[in-house]
């Protein structure tokens, strides 16, 4: 026997061969699930904080697109492979702000027929793309213009050192505005690795920390070439800032490849999912239970449970609804909540395609 939600729940009754009837609307039955909003992908608390982080991905496309351009004509007229390696990182990170202005539009559209759990997971598809931007655009370009100066060298001018440093002063301002802004709302949404969960917040924070080191290692290169005359240190800060912004995709690539491919809530909020429904008088065990992420606001959980004995389909059909919705209420994230019922010995429950990940489950 089992049952399904969010909105309604089937039960069949153990071992009579009852046809599955469907809970009635009301208190007591189906209905509408309390807690359901856009695709399941947050409600208007989580359209405010959508709110300040376009701002603060506005604030940082408007800083990029500025300072690409002057680090771009400074390293042309100067021949800095450093200032070029910075230019190249402020474009890659100007298109990645795009993506991420898509990834905030695009992930609170409503589920509908094609995507019947929302599209949350979208802002998970454009971080794996911005990641990929740093990764080639910024990561990539800043190597090659560190290896292009070590084989040819690089002769400047002391005009075009003073230019240089201006731009990089510059960019160094406007980079930590960005910065303190992206910090800004962190704070505002409780700090810590809980404020940095939205994978738009997170790429931005990432990107203008990134930006600040990669304009003081260019800073410091420039520099000491200026003093020394000798180009490897400037080619060696370009072959700095590609391995920083090459190390800053893989981290933020792997974390947008777990959620899309399917990331389980944390261990210690599956142990409280785990303990409710533990604690329901007419939940005997807890054979399995699964949860994936959907999207930032969105969790779908499926549990298999074996209830107490005596309960005929009707009760059970009651049951099944109750549960999903303490579960909703206790968990607001849990905005897609199935039971399936079971009365098979426990041994057997944990061997099923449910509790192995083979075809089927729950």
């Known amino acids: 026997m089992h049952a399904t939600g969010p ?59 500025v300072i690409a351009v002057a680090k771009a004509a400074g390293g042309v007229l100067a021949g800095s492979p450093a200032l070029l390696s910075e230019a190249a990182h402020s474009v890659a990170d100007s298109l990645n702000e795009v993506f991420l202005l898509a990834a905030l539009r695009r992930s609170r559209r409503p589920a509908d027929s094609k995507h019947p759990f929302g599209y949350g997971k979208e802002r998970f598809f454009w971080s794996l793309l911005a990641a990929v931007g740093i990764f080639v655009m910024g990561g990539c370009f800043s190597v090659f213009q560190g290896v292009e100066a070590l084989r040819n060298g690089a002769e400047e001018e002391f005009s075009g050192y003073v230019a240089g440093l201006i731009v990089l002063g510059v960019a160094l301002l406007a980079e930590g505005v960005s910065l303190l802004r992206a910090l800004h709302q962190v704070r505002r949404q409780g700090g ?38 000798q180009v490897v240190w400037e080619a060696s800060a370009s072959l700095a800032i590609g391995a920083l912004l090459v190390f800053v995709a893989y981290r933020l690539g792997r974390d947008a490849r777990d959620q899309l491919i399917g990331e389980a809530a944390d261990p210690e909020l599956s142990g409280r999912i785990r303990e409710q429904l533990r604690a329901q008088p007419e939940i005997d065990s807890v054979e399995a239970l699964f949860t994936m992420k959907m999207g930032l606001d969105s969790m ?15 009760r059970v059909e009651k049951v099944a609804v109750r549960i999903k919705r303490s579960l909703a209420r206790t968990f607001p994230e849990a905005d897609q909540v199935f039971l399936d019922v079971t009365d098979r010995p426990a041994g057997e429950a944990r061997e099923s395609p449910a509790a192995t990940g083979e075809r089927g489950g729950a």
């Open 7 to 65: 909105g309604t729940a089937t039960a069949h009754a153990p071992d009579n061969g009852t046809r599955p009837a469907r809970a009635p609307a009301g208190p007591e039955g189906g209905g509408e699930d309390e807690g359901d909003d856009e695709g399941g992908s947050g409600g208007p608390a989580g359209n405010g904080s959508d709110h300040h982080t376009k701002v603060t991905v506005l604030v940082a496309l408007v800083a990029n697109l």
């Open 300 to 314: 779908l959980v499926a549990a298999r449970v074996d209830l107490v004995p005596g309960l005929d389909s009707e």
């Open 192 to 229: 810590g690795l809980s404020a940095l969960r939205d994978p738009a917040l997170r790429t931005v924070v990432a990107e203008d920390g990134t930006a600040v080191l990669g304009v003081t290692l260019a800073l410091v290169g420039m520099a000491l070439h200026m003093v020394t005359g």
